[in-house]
């Protein structure tokens, strides 16, 4: 299947810095990328929906300037984390909407951000 | 409305058994149902999907059976191997709208 790969797969950070990561579509061109977030052991909840070439929808509650997102072509997003913390520790995701009509939604594997 | 549920939230099963994760809805406007399947560290994978004008689908050892009058659809896996342990994370869609998942069940098959 389609493969999205993500980068880094693990980052630490001291607090106050600015990290990015990076999430592309190998195979396919995605016109839409979704960043998640996810806590141990919870669902993934929906950051923001990333569209190539205008501005990521962010859903309630996420802080536009802390969490950049650019979506500048069809087969790259990058969700930047500003000035980080220790609360915003997590494992971030990102996914890719596949072409075609299924549908499919294809996730990278996962970058683990750690905020000393 | 935008919801799903799902149960149990953790599940063992002895190998060779049938693993059964159940989730439901509210918005009958959802047209496409993925299960995924997620190891520790790694991102969610999909498992199998189905549409709602089919009552059932079956890939290898996974079924998903479909309820539409219930608003409720279900994950088996069969012949569960210890392989098998893992999370997982049923969703719904409407359209080209955005996932949204369920809790998540975590899949714990003994040996």
């Known amino acids: 299947g389609a493969v999205v790969s993500q980068h880094p797969s693990r980052v630490i950070c001291k607090s106050g810095t600015s990290v990015k990561i990076e999430c592309r579509s190998l195979?396919?061109?995605?016109?839409?990328m979704f960043w998640y977030r996810q806590f141990p052991k919870q669902s993934l909840m929906l950051m923001a929906t990333s569209n190539e070439g205008s501005k990521a929808t962010y859903e309630q509650g996420v802080e536009k300037d802390k969490f950049l997102i650019n979506h500048a072509s069809l087969t790259l997003s990058t969700l930047t984390v500003t000035s980080a913390h220790p609360e915003d520790s997590s494992f971030y995701i990102c996914?890719?909407?596949?072409?075609?009509?299924?549908?499919?939604?294809?996730f990278g594997e996962g970058s683990r951000l750690t905020v000393l | 409305q935008q919801q799903v549920k799902q149960s149990p939230q953790s599940l063992i099963v002895q190998k060779g058994g049938i693993s059964i994760i159940n989730c439901a809805y509210e918005?009958?406007?959802?047209?496409?149902f993925p299960w995924y399947q997620q190891f520790p560290g790694k991102g969610p994978a999909l498992l199998i999907a189905?549409?709602?004008?089919?009552s059932e689908k079956k890939e290898g050892r996974f079924t998903i059976s479909f309820n539409k009058s219930a608003k409720q659809f279900s994950l088996h896996i069969m012949d569960s191997q210890p392989g098998d342990s893992a999370t997982y994370f049923c969703a719904a869609r409407e359209g080209a709208q955005k996932l949204v998942f369920g809790q998540g069940t975590r899949l714990t098959i003994n040996p």
């Open positions: 996914s890719a909407l596949g072409g075609g009509n299924s549908g499919e939604l294809f």
């Open positions: 189905i549409r709602p004008d089919v």
């Open positions: 918005n009958t406007a959802f047209d496409y």
């Open positions: 195979d396919f061109q995605a016109t839409t």
